[in-house]
């Protein structure tokens, strides 16, 4: 019963900022690593950032490095993402996601949540 739920997802400006939650259930938080990936319109998956299980280690894609930070809280099972200076190329369903591997993304996820739309447009 594994549940990922995001939230925090609208319609901000270029150069804007927002911040993404994912509310986590069903499984010890704390002991596993999670990713943010997106989906553009049109366009395919493209995995965003990671987290470590402690929070100690991150990554980022290079197309966001420098303007969005993951971040969680262990206490309240909760996954973050805060989006600075967004442009509209950053359009996307954002998808929260438990890795399978404690070092990295390229391990896979196996379970995702339903998304939340962020929409970056002036």
């Known amino acids: 019963q594994v549940q990922l739920v995001e939230s925090g997802g609208g319609l901000v400006q270029p150069g804007g900022s927002l911040r993404l939650s994912c509310a986590a259930s069903?499984?010890?938080?704390?002991?596993?690593?999670m990713s943010w990936v997106r989906q553009a319109p049109g366009k395919g998956l493209e995995w965003v950032s990671f987290?470590?299980?402690?929070?100690?280690?991150?990554y980022y894609a290079d197309s966001v490095k420098g303007r969005f930070t993951i971040s969680r809280d262990n206490a309240k099972n909760t996954l973050y993402m805060q989006m600075n200076s967004l442009k509209p190329e950053d359009t996307a369903v954002y998808y929260c996601?438990?890795?399978?591997?404690?070092?990295?993304?390229?391990?896979?996820?196996?379970?995702w949540g339903k998304g939340t739309l962020v929409t970056v447009s002036s």
């Open positions: 996601a438990k890795d399978v591997g404690v070092a990295g993304p390229w391990y896979g996820m196996d379970y």
């Open positions: 069903g499984f010890t938080f704390s002991n596993y690593a």
């Open positions: 987290i470590n299980s402690g929070g100690g280690t991150t």
